[in-house]
Every structure is written in structure tokens, then in C-alpha cells.
């Protein structure tokens, strides 16, 4: 019997991590799903807090793989406090954004 191949990478051609999307797409983040709370916990109302429980446009302008295989959508999005805002950028799995029609 001859040797095995090894488990893992085997040296094969793979397709690029990153695919830039041009115009960038407008989509949908939902904050509160993103951004997990902590269970049972109790917080005080702030006017000028951080808006964090709800759904957001914002704008995806690249998609990675991670070395899992699943996507995640590079996206520039806001949030807001109080009446001001401020734009984000990072990383959010690709399930949890939606399109916008």
C-alpha cells in the first residue's frame, strides 16, 4: 500500500479570498442581532448612549472567506447616539446581512 496523502491544504489552486463588490451594495445589519446582549441584565436609559438594538443601512464594499470556508461581508455602517453618528468597518458574517430592495 502506498502513503496516504496528508489531511488539509494540499498545495492545489484556490479561488481568491476577497471579492470586491463594485458600486457598493446597500445593505441591512441588524445591531442587536450582531451584537449579542448580555442575558438578564438590567441597564439604565442613557439620551446620548449608544443606539445598538436596531437595524441599520449600511454599505457592503468587499466579500472574504474566512479559512472555514464561510463568507463575511466587509461593511461600512452607522451608529448612531443620541442625535449624532459615527461610521464603522469591520467584518460581519454574510447570514446576517440583507439586501436592500
Known sequence: MGELQRIGYGGQPVPDVFR???PPRAVMVDLATL???EPHRRGHYHPQGLQMHKQ?????????RCEQGHWWGLVT?????GSKRRYVTHWIPAWLLKAVM
Not at 449600511?58 to 466579500?63: N, P, V
Not at 455602517?77 to 447616539?81: A, H
Open 35 to 37: 451584537f449579542a446582549r
Open 77 to 81: 455602517y452607522p451608529i448612531s447616539y
Open 20 to 22: 470586491v463588490v463594485k
Open 56 to 64: 441599520v443601512e449600511g454599505r457592503l464594499i468587499c466579500w472574504g
